[in-house]
Structure formats: structure tokens, C-alpha cells
């Protein structure tokens, strides 16, 4: 559960460390090493999130919350709370407890739910980003919440990266399927205590263009508590 949110973005910035050269790139991927040594060690988390797409159609927006328990007794509980007024459902409630998982969807019990085996690998493991990585930057001395955090700024190059290395693990690399068209470059932005170390929040943003129409995804995200007592909602 310690991963949720935060790995993907960690994960996405320390490639684009290692994807440029040059002070702020060497201080990323430092900065990095520390966080996930840091983030390792955490006992349980709590997080917000937000995900939304705006200029299409339809704007369609969602928001999270969540937390859970990495290591001790608990370890591998979780919970998740999601709603939304344009996804399908209004409120989605998924708890996870001792390896059994529940969810209900507006009220309405769904019962137990399969969860990837977490023992198989990641595919996105074998994908190696460093040549699509357009930009890095460190910023210092940002006050947020009167606390003092370190913001990693990274660019991929997305519509590059759809038509070669996900296109190839996909087997997907023809005209029909071309995502690389409609993608902008990739936004990713972290932020991390500068007293722990830990990641406090973050965002990812994407430009889509469909059929002439600009569409933006945004997600953004931050962590509410850490090594705290994680309160579990029950099931309607």
C-alpha cells in the first residue's frame, strides 16, 4: 500500500534523472535514492487524490482517498474511498483486511475482489525511459503548510514514448493504434520534506488532442499522514 501513489511517480522522476545529465539531474536521482530509503521504512500512510480530464466532451473528474499498513501486524491492509459524479458511480468504497478484499459501489455490496498477485512482475519494469526524459529540475526552499520541501520537475516526452518502448512491449505498434498522435509531453512534479525525506505530494499532467479536441489530465495527490493510526471505513 505504500506504493499506491507515490511509486509511479517516483519511479517516473528518477527516470528522468537518469535520463539527463547535468547538476540537476545527478541531485534528482540523489534526492531519490534518499526518499525511497526513507519511504521504505514507513509503517502505514494516509493519502488524497484528485484525477480529472478537462476540455473534451464531458469533463470528468474523480477524488481519493485512502491509506494503509506496509509493515507490522496489519501489513498489506488497505482502503480506498472514491467518488465521482461522471465516472459510472457516485461512491466506491474498497477495504482490503488479512488478504480479504470487499467492495461496495453506491451502497451495494460487490463482495470479495481479486487483487493482482503482488509477487508477478511489472511489465513497465522492462521499459527503459531515460531516452524519452526531455527536462529536469531541482527547486529548493518551498514553503507549503509552513514546511520545507525539495520540488523535482521532470518532462517526458509521452508521444515518443507510446510509439516506441510501450508500443513494442504492447505489440502494438501500428497506424491504428498510434497513441503517440494524440499525446503531449508529460508533466511530473514531486515534492519531498526536506526533514524526512518522504514525498508529500505530487501532480502529473498530460496534454490529449482527439479528433481536434485538447483534453488535459491532470492527477495530483498528497500524503496526509505517515506512522499514524489508519482508520478503516466500514462497508454500506
Known amino acids: 500500500m505504500r506504493r ?21 539531474a545527478q541531485e ?8 525511497n530509503s526513507a519511504f521504505a521504512q514507513v509503517r502505514s500512510a494516509t493519502f488524497t487524490s ?26 498489506g491492509d488497505f482502503y480506498v474511498l472514491a467518488t465521482s459524479d461522471n465516472f459510472g458511480f457516485h461512491n466506491l468504497v474498497l477495504v482490503s483486511r488479512s488478504g480479504r478484499v470487499s ?5 451495494n455490496r460487490v463482495g470479495e475482489v481479486p487483487l493482482p498477485d503482488p509477487t508477478a512482475g511489472n511489465p513497465l ?24 520541501m525539495t520540488k523535482l520537475t521532470g518532462v517526458i516526452d509521452t508521444a515518443g514514448l507510446a510509439k516506441g518502448a510501450l508500443a513494442d512491449l504492447a505489440g502494438a505498434g501500428g497506424d491504428d493504434l498510434d497513441l503517440s498522435k494524440s499525446l503531449g509531453d508529460t508533466r511530473v512534479v514531486i515534492y519531498l ?18 479528433a481536434g479536441q485538447k483534453i488535459a489530465m491532470h492527477l495530483d495527490f498528497a500524503y496526509t499522514s505517515y506512522d499514524e493510526r489508519v482508520e478503516f471505513p466500514g462497508l454500506r
Open 125 to 148: 519494469q522492462l521499459v527503459d525511459l531515460s531516452e524519452y526524459v526531455k527536462d529536469v529540475h531541482v527547486e529548493h526552499g518551498k514553503m507549503i503548510d509552513g514546511e520545507s
Open 193 to 210: 520534506s526536506d526533514a524526512t525525506h518522504l514525498p508529500m505530494r505530487g501532480l502529473v499532467d498530460v496534454p490529449i488532442e482527439v
Open 103 to 107: 467492495m461496495s459501489v453506491d451502497g
Open 28 to 35: 534528482a536521482q540523489d534526492l531519490l535514492v534518499q526518499s
Open 4 to 24: 499506491v501513489l507515490a511509486l509511479l511517480l517516483l519511479t517516473a522522476t528518477a527516470a528522468l534523472a537518469n535520463g539527463c545529465s547535468g547538476a540537476d
Open 50 to 75: 484528485r484525477i480529472s480530464l478537462t476540455g473534451g466532451p464531458e469533463e470528468l473528474s474523480m477524488t481519493m482517498s485512502g491509506g494503509g499498513y506496509a509493515h507490522g501486524r496489519r501489513a
